[in-house]
């Protein structure tokens, strides 16, 4: 699996943890997920990761510090405004720093 372009490293190696983590909990894990995955109120969101599961589905948004306002705090509230308005839907943040 390839990251995109706008992501790091530290973000991709996280976001993979994630997909691990949702994966022995039961959930179907797509990273990068398209348009097509997502319903068309989602479909624009670049979300790094949609995981199903029974009766719930929670997408995935994984930043750096250095990334955290990457398109300002706009896309985040944008994000997270459209999936509340998904019943059964949550939206989840994870931020990811380097280890000193």
């Not at 976001?15 to 909990?25: F, G, P, Q, S």
């Not at 097509?36 to 790094?48: E, G, I, K, N, R």
Request: hydrophobic share 35%.
């Amino acid at each position: 699996m390839t990251k995109p372009d706008y992501q790091t490293e530290l973000e991709h190696q996280r976001l993979l943890k994630v997909a691990r983590e949702y994966r022995h909990k039961g959930y179907a894990v797509t990273i990068h997920p398209s348009s097509v995955d997502l319903p068309p109120t989602l479909s624009q969101c670049p979300f790094d990761l949609i995981a199903k599961g029974e009766g719930k589905t929670i997408v995935v948004e994984v930043r750096s510090r250095e990334n955290l306002t990457l398109n300002g705090p706009k896309d985040l509230r944008l994000m997270t405004d459209l999936v509340r308005q998904m019943p059964g839907w949550e939206f989840e943040l994870v931020i990811t720093n380097p280890r000193d």
